[in-house]
Every structure is written in C-alpha cells, then in structure tokens.
C-alpha cells in the first residue's frame, strides 16, 4: 500500500506564492508518474500539472508560466512551486501518484485558496 501526506496549502493574496509539497511511502518499488490535480467548488477534478519518472513535464494552459512541478526521487517527493497566484487557482489540490506499474494513489486533498 502506498501511503501519500500533502503540504503545502493555505491563503494567499493575488500574486502570491505557494509550495505544496506530496511525500510517498509504503511499498514503493518503482514511481512512474506524479502529479497534481485540483478541484474548484461545482467543478470536475482537472490536471494541473505532471511529471513522469524521466522528468518530461506537462501544465495544464491555465498555468504555464506560473507553476513549477519538481520531484525529489530520494525522498519520493513532489512539489508544486505556485507564482503569481490568481483568485481562479483557489481549490482543493490532490497529490497523484501512479506507482509499481499501475498502482494508483490520491492523497487527501490540501485547500489553496487565493484572495483578490
């Protein structure tokens, strides 16, 4: 089992920063994927942003330029560097985690919320 502990989160000012921070444990063997996904009040679950075991990255449109995704493969962390933060980023983040081949793990969710 795979156990996933988010960080991170709080509240900011517009063009503020945050990092949110997601540490992996348990039975790790291999980590293939890891990524950051958010969920707005009414609105469905989208990527933020990913980063699978070679470093490739992908950013959702809505953050390009703004947000830094970054691993830590010692501590099987990831972070999610935030700049310039806008009142439409305010969400719950949730860590993702796709481990040992196709394993998938969720962390608990951590509320960003950013004020205009």
């Known amino acids: 089992q795979v156990q996933l502990v988010e960080s991170g989160g709080g509240l900011v000012q517009a063009g503020g920063s945050l990092r949110l921070s997601c540490a992996a444990s348990g039975s790790i063997f291999s980590i293939n994927v890891m990524a950051w996904y958010r969920q707005a009040p009414g609105k469905q679950r989208e990527l933020v942003a990913r980063?699978?075991?070679?470093?490739?990255?992908i950013y959702a449109d809505s953050v390009k330029g703004r947000h830094t995704i970054s691993k830590d493969n010692a501590k099987n962390t990831v972070y999610l560097q935030m700049n310039s933060l806008k009142p439409e980023d305010t969400a719950v983040y949730y860590c993702y985690v796709q481990s040992n081949g196709f394993r998938i793990s969720w962390g608990q969710g951590t509320q960003v919320t950013v004020s205009s």
């Open positions: 980063i699978n075991a070679g470093g490739s990255t």
